[in-house]
C-alpha cells in the first residue's frame, strides 16, 4: 500500500490541477470532477479513503462524512493549506 502521507500529497496537486480558487481564494474542486478525472481514478486506489485522512489532518475540508459518486458530485472538496 502507498504511503498515507504521500496519496495527500498527489491528491494536494490534484485538488490544485483540477480545481479553482473559490471568493475566499482558496483552492477547491467538485467531488464529481476529481472522482471522474481519469488521472485521479489510475492515482488512487481509494480516493475517498484519502479524502478521509486529509480531512482528518485538516489539510481539505467538505460537508459530510462520507462521499458517494454521484450522491455527492456536486459537494465542494476545500484545500486548507496552500
Same mark, same amino acid.
Given at each position: 500500500t502507498m504511503n498515507v502521507e504521500h496519496e495527500i500529497s498527489l491528491l494536494v496537486e490534484e485538488i490544485r490541477r483540477l480545481g479553482t480558487k473559490n471568493a475566499d &481564494?482558496?483552492?477547491s474542486v467538485k467531488f464529481g470532477v476529481l472522482f471522474a478525472d481519469e488521472k485521479c481514478a489510475n492515482l488512487f486506489e481509494a480516493l475517498v479513503g484519502t479524502l478521509k485522512a486529509a480531512k482528518r489532518r485538516k489539510i481539505v475540508?467538505?460537508? &459530510?462524512?462520507?462521499?458517494l459518486q454521484g450522491v455527492h458530485d456536486n459537494v465542494d472538496i476545500v484545500l486548507l493549506q496552500d
Open positions: &481564494g482558496q483552492v475540508t467538505y460537508q &459530510g462524512e462520507l462521499l
